[in-house]
């Protein structure tokens, strides 16, 4: 009788096992539909002027358009560049949140007008569901007091996205293009990711819309129409020449992102 009830419990307990085994495969396979990865730097405004004269950067790694937020741990690098300077902003980066995780913010005043960019290199981040590491480049740039020069100069690192259209002051509706880059050679027929940072909640008409896709010519050049206003990433991915140690003691693969965030505005003309 009691070796009868204590196989029933166990089978019991065995039972319970199973379901919390099956209900976790559920979660991790519902929650999968692993849309892409973008490091995020995002400024307040795109533009600094009199009136507004300092910008607020938030640091962050998301997938911006299902507006899902993942821990970004203190990066690699963080700085601005512009102006034949560079300065290291790491010392002024507060933590924040941004969709619910971790991530950082500062202020910054541009001292002279110029274009400033803001540059993040995370740190490796594991992503378990593809066995991989994933580090991004990521930069968006700030224009003050009305200067245009040298947008279009690559600030040489291990990887970006050198812009070919002015990257801001451009409408919703226009074509963003630009050349990859990794090692400063451009990357010929590389994937390059592009999401909207979905800020007004848009519901996206298939999943195939959510991350859309756009390849490299044979010079490394890519070009996207952006069609709704607000913030648009893009993410060229490369494999890295080097491999990272896994929490399991094997070698794992790093995808390399070169990210960069463009503001798209309202066009006016159209109404949207
Ligand atoms: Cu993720």
Redesign the pocket.
């Known amino acids: 009788m009691n070796a009868f009830r204590a196989l029933s419990q166990k089978e019991t307990c065995n039972h319970q096992l199973i379901a919390v085994i099956a209900g976790c495969l559920l979660a991790i396979l519902t929650s999968l539909p ?2 892409a ?1 973008f490091g995020m730097v995002i400024p307040s405004s795109s533009q600094v002027n009199q009136k507004q004269p300092e910008v607020e950067v938030t640091f962050a790694f998301a ?1 911006p358009f299902e507006n ?1 937020g ?1 821990d970004l741990d203190w990066p690699q690098t963080v700085f601005v560049a512009g102006n034949n300077t560079k300065q290291d902003l790491k010392g002024i980066m507060l933590e924040t949140f941004f969709l619910d995780h971790k991530a950082w913010k500062l202020s910054y005043k541009p001292t002279k007008p110029g274009l400033y960019w803001f540059v993040m290199e995370q740190a490796p981040y594991w ?1 378990q ?1 593809e066995d991989i590491f994933i580090v991004h480049y990521s930069k968006t740039i700030i224009s003050a007091y009305g200067d245009d020069q040298g947008w279009d100069s690559p600030l040489g690192l291990k990887t970006e996205i050198v812009p070919l259209v002015r990257p801001y002051g451009n409408y919703a509706g226009n074509i963003f293009s630009g050349q990859v880059l990794v090692d400063n050679t451009p990357m010929a027929g590389i994937d390059v990711e592009v999401e909207l940072y979905n800020q007004e909640k848009w519901i996206a008409p298939t999943d195939a819309h959510i991350t859309q896709v756009v390849k490299t010519d044979e010079n490394g050049n890519f070009s996207f129409a952006c069609p709704l206003p607000g913030w648009w990433g893009f993410s060229a991915l490369t494999d890295a020449e080097y491999s990272l140690k896994g929490k399991d003691g094997e070698e794992k693969k790093v995808e390399l992102g070169a990210v960069i965030w463009v503001y798209f505005d309202p066009n006016p003309f159209l109404g949207n």
């Open positions: 692993a849309q990865h997938h899902k993942m992503e569901a």
